[in-house]
Nanobody
């Protein structure tokens, strides 16, 4: 079993920035972040697949140009840097991991991100 431990959520004003972190208990090929706002479906925000080196990333169109994802394989940690935050980014953000990020095997507990206008 793999544990994912998230940190970094909170309350921020529109236009501000936050960085989320997620540390896995062991190395996993694909890691990423989903989010779910009240009354909406869970959305894949960003993912990174890395065997060696920097890895390949995917960013949802809704956050492209504002969010970046990176990982530190030595620490089994993935980061989501969120900038120019908007109120519509308000959601619970979940770290996810697995062989294929669109079918994650593991989930974090979720961290709340609230963007005030």
């Amino acid at each position: 079993q793999v544990q994912l431990v998230e940190s970094g959520g909170g309350l921020v004003q529109a236009g501000g920035s936050l960085r989320l972190s997620c540390t896995a208990s062991r190395y996993i090929v694909s890691m990423g972040w989903y989010r779910q706002a009240p009354g909406k479906q869970r959305e894949l925000v960003a993912s990174i697949t890395s065997i060696t080196g920097a890895g390949s990333t995917n960013i949802a169109d809704s956050v492209k140009g504002r969010f970046t994802i990176s990982r530190d394989n030595a620490e089994n940690t993935v980061y989501l840097q969120m900038s120019s935050l908007k109120p519509e980014d308000t959601a619970v953000y979940y770290c996810a991991a697995g062989l294929r990020i669109k079918q994650p095997s593991y989930w974090g507990q979720g961290t709340q991100v609230t963007v005030s206008s």
